[in-house]
């Protein structure tokens, strides 16, 4: 924590300097008061992901213009504090979750039907990872419009809202590709069993799908241990490999929540005909693997696959995270809750960017209640 006196109308913050190298420490942000249509929030938790350990290790992030530097975190979980005027839908008291992406100052077509996670120009906004403050702070305040409602019932779990609208984004654009098609997914493959994965393992299990997960952990790890819970597949890809454990069988859709590059071409073996397969991990580091390009070009074209990328989500894909999260509690009871492994005060966030090899998602109490 910082040393000296607290100023007068401030809150604590993590801070980082963008492209600096464990830049990260504790310090102060000014309070706020919400103007026209804005909401006061008081943070109570903030999930950590991979995004916020590359933000910490200087490999990305922005400040705010005119600013040197940047309050990282985006997977939050607030309570609305106070209303500032005009504000409707909101009460003191609720919970709340801030949408991560903001529209580019062009408006461009997306951004100006509320689609900013599709932006063209790519001048969005980010909270917590480029040109606007993030979460891991004790308090802000934030457009009500650009908040989403989350009941209270989900106080234990409403964190994972924003991880799980991704997750929403990525399965919904790659239904309505299917249903387009005229197709209709039965079987899928998750490969990576950390938040997204696992998030992604409950919302096609809740479709009805069949579903088999890939990771590297053991059968007893709660990685595997969730995915079975969930009425999942587990295999541990050191122990049987993807090729041998599946050899013979064909996936319709194909959720692919490593960022680990070799395997997406391994994944995409599998795919069977008229199958669609996902990316919405992000590759870290430089891998080159012998590929045969021409077969998989014949292949993808004979047996009409289609692979596509998937990044952020809009209002639509958070709400319905909101709608998936309450019908869990009873699908799956207590399930969603097993993917936080971690606890952290705000003084101990450092703790939360490390990595444990059994651990699935780290949260930061940043005030709680």
Known sequence: MPDGKRPKGSCLAVQVTPGQAHSARIGYEPRQEPGQGEVALTVLECGICGTDAEIEQGLYGAAPPGEDHLVPGHESLCEVAALGPGVTGFSPGDLAVPIVRRPCPENCDPCSRGRWDMCLTGHYAERGISRLHGMLRECLTDEAARCVQVPKDLRGVGVLVEPLSIVEKAIGETMLIQERRGVRPLRALVTGAGPIGLLATLCLRSRGLEVTVLDQRPQASPKARIATAAGARYIDDLQEPLERATAGEAFDLVLEASG???????????LGRNGAMVLTGVTAGHHTIPIDVDAMNQEMV?????????????????????QDLLAWETDFPGLAGQLITARHPLGSFQEALSKDSDGIKSVVEVTGS
């Open 260 to 270: 680990f590059a070799p395997l997406v071409f391994r994944a995409l073996r599998r």
């Open 302 to 322: 004979l047996e009409n696959q289609v692979l596509f990328g998937s990044v952020n989500a809009a209002r639509q894909h958070y709400e319905s995270a909101v």
